[in-house]
Nanobody
Framework: QVQLVESGGGLVQTGGSLRLSCAAS????????MGWYRQAPGKQRELVAT???????NYADSVKGRFTISRVNAKNTVYLQMNSLKPEDTAVYYC??????????WGQGTQVTVSS
């Protein structure tokens, strides 16, 4: 059994910051990539940012320069620092990790709401 526990969501004003955390635990074999996705009401889930085990990152164009993804391998934890938040960043944010044989695991989601 694998568990992903997310935290850090909430309500913030435009221009504010939030930091999301996601910790993986349980029977997970050698985490490979970790990442964040989001889903706004009425829209499909989309990639926000990913990071490989070795620290290579990838960002959606809409968040480049504002969001930073990082991870601590020893803690099986991934973070998303979100700065200069905009109302269009409002969504449920999901953590996703893949193990060494590319099995995906998803967190339960955390709500981020940016007020204008």
């Amino acid at each position: 059994q694998v568990q992903l526990v997310e935290s850090g969501g909430g309500l913030v004003q435009t221009g504010g910051s939030l930091r999301l955390s996601c910790a993986a635990s349980g029977s997970i074999f050698s985490i490979n990539a970790m990442g964040w996705y989001r889903q706004a009401p009425g829209k499909q889930r989309e990639l926000v940012a990913t990071i490989t085990r070795y620290g290579s990152t990838n960002y959606a164009d809409s968040v480049k320069g504002r969001f930073t993804i990082s991870r601590v391998n020893a803690k099986n934890t991934v973070y998303l620092q979100m700065n200069s938040l905009k109302p269009e960043d409002t969504a449920v944010y999901y953590c996703k990790v893949t193990d060494a044989i590319e099995r995906p695991y998803w967190g339960q989601g955390t709500q981020v709401t940016v007020s204008s």
